[in-house]
T-cell receptor, first 112, second 110 residues
């Protein structure tokens, strides 16, 4: 979908290393979200943001931190990657938080 | 947070057959959203239902919100191979965020 990009698209990293995933939007939407998707678990919310420097935890936030210093960028950081964090990570944006979400193309992260 | 049960988990149909997936909640929902994710792709928003008993159609897709606002269904008439993917429902899980169901994976056999 136009207006939201994630980088990198793929990453392989070693256990214990820090990793940062980036979500960039050009829609000027207030709300941004990070989800992880794993087989059998669907999409689970990690963290979300409701404005610049305003963030909150989701249901699976342990081991993750986020930052939003600009409206357009929402960063997800794994401080010390573990194999359990191997997953596909999706960023999503929403104008009001109650309308449909627009998802990025995802980042496939493998922790070895 | 809000929990939803989505059934079935998997569905295989012959091309041309109909398909239905259901989303059920034990509590009253304020609204429900439906998404489709193609294999290897990302979720794409299809529709949002808000009103009790609401029915919306998008070509061969019919979305329904239960009268008690505790369940919803997505029905596809005469499936095509382009319908292949996983269909998710999503419900409000608190302040301006949604909780996704586990999805129904649809396979269409040509």
């Amino acid at each position: 979908d136009a207006g939201i990009t994630q980088s990198p698209r793929h990453k392989v990293t070693e256990t214990g290393t820090p990793v940062t995933l980036r979500c960039h939007q050009t829609e000027n939407h207030r709300y941004m979200y990070w989800y992880r998707q794993d087989p059998g678990h669907g999409l689970r919310l990690i963290h979300y943001s409701y404005g610049v420097k305003d963030t909150d935890k989701g249901e699976v936030s342990d081991g993750y931190s986020v930052s939003r210093s600009k409206t357009e960028d929402f960063l997800l950081t794994l401080e010390s990657a573990t194999s359990s964090q191997t997953s596909v990570y999706f960023c999503a944006i929403s104008e009001t938080g109650r309308d449909g979400y627009t998802f990025g193309s995802g980042t496939r992260l493998t922790v070895v | 947070g809000q929990q939803v049960m989505q059934i079935p988990q998997y569905q295989h149909v012959q091309e041309g057959e109909d398909f239905t997936t259901y989303c059920n909640s034990s509590t009253t929902l304020s609204n429900i959203q439906w998404y489709k994710q193609r294999p290897g792709g990302h979720p794409v928003f299809l529709i949002q239902l808000v009103k009790s008993g609401e029915v919306k159609k998008q070509k061969r897709l019919t979305f329904q919100f239960g009268e008690a606002k505790k369940n919803s269904s997505l029905h596809i008439t005469a499936t095509q191979t382009t319908d292949v993917g996983t269909y998710f429902c999503a419900v409000s899980g608190g302040y301006q965020k949604v909780t996704f169901g586990t999805g129904t994976k649809l396979q269409v056999i040509p």
